[in-house]
């Protein structure tokens, strides 16, 4: 029987009530209602509404999950959704594995009608302890549905279906309690697993319209990295490109896009502004990455060495980038 060990971390699953108390790891286990085709073992590692795992909290996960893994059991973690998408692909970066690592919630409290906990709960240790579901990465499993974590994100404030993989889609489903795996990624998320220092300070700005930079001008030394989601396929107002031009010279500048769906652009437009202009004043295509995923990868390289006396590693950090845009360049 396949071995699967549960990490839970609090979330809506466990609010039963809404209040700030979350159920054990036990409570939550125990709302599962059917008995599970594996051996399951529970760590329970925190009880917090994910708006508040911190750093801290992800890399003693990660050195955790990596520990179990490497034991040869599968992984499920079950946590509040609201940071599910970021926290999926933090392991996903720090855990290269071939056992299933898998990321659940619930967007209903166990309390009110309809919960959609326990078959969450459920589908996810039926992935985890599959052996057709080796070998994907790390995955987020609800609704029945099995997304890639650099892939996913929440796109719905309260719906059960919220998560998705816009441009992508899921990379199966789970049917009659079986995942049935449809499509495989081309490559795992990192080519060997990264280092994350919670020390590491990484901006990310959204840009709006009328944006006059002042945002911009704090980061000034306060960060090791910068994330800007920009306008479109990758465009900011002409006022914002030397300021931009100017840190990029200092610190890694990744250009993503704030639309939330899609790559950004290389060489469709070369005005001011443009991603063109952009990228030939040293920034980093961030490709298809949303801007909270770019910017986890960011602060995974710079933990990882891709920051010296002597500056930044630009080409490292871009391959990074470029291993997850589709071109199979990196
Ligand atoms: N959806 C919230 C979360 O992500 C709910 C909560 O505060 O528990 O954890």
Redo the contacts with the bound molecule.
Sequence with gaps: MARVTVFTL???I??RGGDAA?MTGAEVLAGLGVVPDAEVELRDFRR?????LSFEDLAALAHEVRETVAAGSGVVVV??????EETAFLLDLLCVTTEPIVVT?A?RRPDLPGADGPANLAAALAVAAGPGCRDLGVLVVLADEIHAARLVRKTHTTSVTTFASPGAGPLGTVVEGEPRILLRPTTTSAIHPLRFDPAVRVALITLTVGDRGELLEAVDSRFDGLVVAAFGAGHVPTRLVEPLADLAARIPVVLASRTGAGATLTRTYRGPGSEYDLLHRGLVPAGPLDPAKARLLLHALLSSGAKGPAGYDRPGIAAAFAHLDGTGLA
């Design positions: 609090g979330g809506t466990s609010a979350r917090l509404p994910s708006s508040s946590q509040g959704t609201d940071t599910i919630g967007m």
